[in-house]
């Protein structure tokens, strides 16, 4: 047995052997736990009384898996039931929610871009950043387009304490080979300032990560084509309220998030089932960048009034968001040639502006009988573009525009049957400029397509319903209409336990 692996098992032992005798004593005292109270679903509700399946991440689980590994891709894969694990990658291609795409938002701004994909809605945020997620299963439209498997909702930090000031700082260390100057080393710093002075609340974060580089058993590195290895990565929060009375309040939150690969890799091709691709030093092309998101902005104002008139809570919200993704670089290839048989990079631009204005009334006829009415207009900008890092188009800027009125009702009759009732008519059109297609070969023709608009109108009516633990729940039907077809589908599916699920399916 060599050395390594002598002490590597002496400290596995150690680990297990202090962890042992670290367990609590068995106690019988009974612990109650309270009632989780869900946001997501846009009325307020107890988890218990959900018809949708619903899992919560909680402050505490994400701050123990963050030491193990802070990044929200391998989080979320590790501790959402039905989602797929992260694929050790920059990319969230493959985490889809029981096989369908999720939308993934940040307080309720969209993280997705169903534009033009750029696969890394789930790797926007830093962990340290986060109190909670909210995960719902199963097709809605809520939010808008894109829930085909549910909803991720990642929920920022604010400030719960009464003190005018207090703080939190961490450190953190990894490492695979101290005494060598190889790239094994990685470490972690967050700083959290947190108080409330009178009717004002503030609570700010910053995290700075620097990974060591990815090695595979055999200390080979692995390669660094969308690799987490040698990455940096930077996130910083800002959330302040403002009490104007008992009953207003006015909130404001911005959140940045950077992740680039700084390496002195290159990849070395390897050949299926034989030589695995890895990474050997080496100077990358003079034209490439480090890529991954060079950065990632995200903020909102919002307003809220609980009895704005009788019985009803009002909600109103401006948000925006804006990502620049950066892909992997690409040699000049003569015998598949793209780009103008140029070498080059490509990138994802997506930027969103939005409102949202709601209303909750109470109806209340008897303790056995009461109902919450939900209704509002939401609206949403989109504009997303590839081009290249040379600033040459690969794909030109689209911009959708998203008007959606809503209505939803939940009932509640003898606490224990739930019905849900509601409807959502999305009003979507998609504007494509004139634009001349970026050609693989000099040679190829010029193509120029003339642009236009995309029409598409789309009505979603919703029945849920549940009886004690017994829970059932309908999508009843779905149209789009777009302005060359209609298309209408269903798709039905059994869930366990004792959940029967009725939805569409967007072709």
Not at 86 to 109: K, Y
Request: hydrophobic share 35%.
């Amino acid at each position: 047995m060599s050395k390594k692996t002598f002490f590597a098992s002496l400290l596995v032992a150690c680990s297990i052997s202090n962890n042992i005798l670290a367990l609590p004593a068995v106690s019988d005292s009974i612990h109650i736990m309270e009632e989780v109270v869900i946001n997501t679903t846009r009325i307020p509700e107890i988890k218990t009384n959900s018809a949708a399946t619903v899992t919560i991440i909680d402050s505490k689980q994400i701050a123990e898996m963050s030491k193990v590994t802070p990044d929200m891709s391998h989080l979320l894969g590790l501790l959402t039931p039905g989602l797929a694990l992260s694929s050790n990658t920059t990319s969230s291609r493959s985490q889809t929610l029981r096989g369908r795409s999720v939308l993934v938002l940040i307080d309720g701004i969209p993280q997705s871009t169903p534009l033009r994909a750029t696969d890394r809605e789930i790797r926007t945020i830093d962990p340290a950043a986060v109190e909670r997620i909210e995960i719902i299963k199963g097709s809605t439209a809520i939010y808008g387009n894109g829930a085909i498997g549910g909803i991720i909702n990642i929920i920022t930090k604010r400030n719960h304490q009464n003190k005018t000031f207090g703080g939190h700082t961490s450190v953190a260390g990894t490492t695979y080979d101290f005494f060598k100057k190889s790239g094994g080393n990685g470490f972690r710093l967050n700083q959290q300032v947190y108080g409330k002075m009178k009717k004002f609340s503030y609570m700010l974060d910053g995290v700075y990560t620097s990974s060591p580089s990815a090695i595979d058993g055999e200390n080979e590195y692995i390669s660094p084509r969308y690799g987490l290895g040698d990455t940096r990565t930077v996130n910083a929060l800002a959330k302040l309220g403002y009490e104007i009375d008992e009953k207003n309040k006015i909130e404001v939150m911005y959140n940045f998030y950077r992740s680039l690969q700084h390496i002195d890799l290159i990849p070395q091709t390897g050949k299926y089932l034989g030589i695995p691709t890895i990474g050997v030093k080496g100077n990358r092309d003079p034209q490439a960048v480090d890529e991954d998101t060079r950065y990632n902005h995200n903020a909102y104002l919002k307003f809220t009034s609980k009895d704005i008139f009788k019985k009803t809570d009002f909600e109103a919200s401006i948000f925006g968001s804006s990502i620049y993704t950066i892909f992997d670089f690409r040699k000049a290839n003569p015998k598949n040639p793209r780009w103008e048989e140029t070498s080059g990079q490509s990138s994802v631009k997506d930027k969103k502006f939005g409102i949202r204005a709601q209303f909750v009334s109470k109806l209340y006829a008897s303790e056995n009988l009461y109902s919450n009415l939900l209704y509002g207009y939401d609206y949403l900008m989109n504009k997303t573009s590839q081009p290249l890092v040379d600033g040459r188009y690969w794909m030109p800027e689209l911009t959708s525009n998203n008007h959606a009125p809503f209505l939803q009702t939940k009932t509640t009759l003898f606490k224990d049957f739930h019905l849900k009732l509601g409807g959502r008519y999305d009003f979507i059109d998609v504007h494509v400029p004139n634009y001349k297609v970026l050609r693989n070969r000099l040679t190829d023709p010029e193509v120029n397509v003339d642009g236009g608009v995309l029409r598409y109108r789309s009505f979603l009516s919703m029945q849920v319903w549940r009886i004690t633990n017994i829970r059932f729940s309908s999508l009843s039907w779905h149209s789009r209409k777009g302005s060359q077809s209609s298309t209408w589908a269903e798709h039905y599916v059994l869930q366990k336990p004792m959940c029967f699920q009725r939805f569409p399916l967007i072709l």
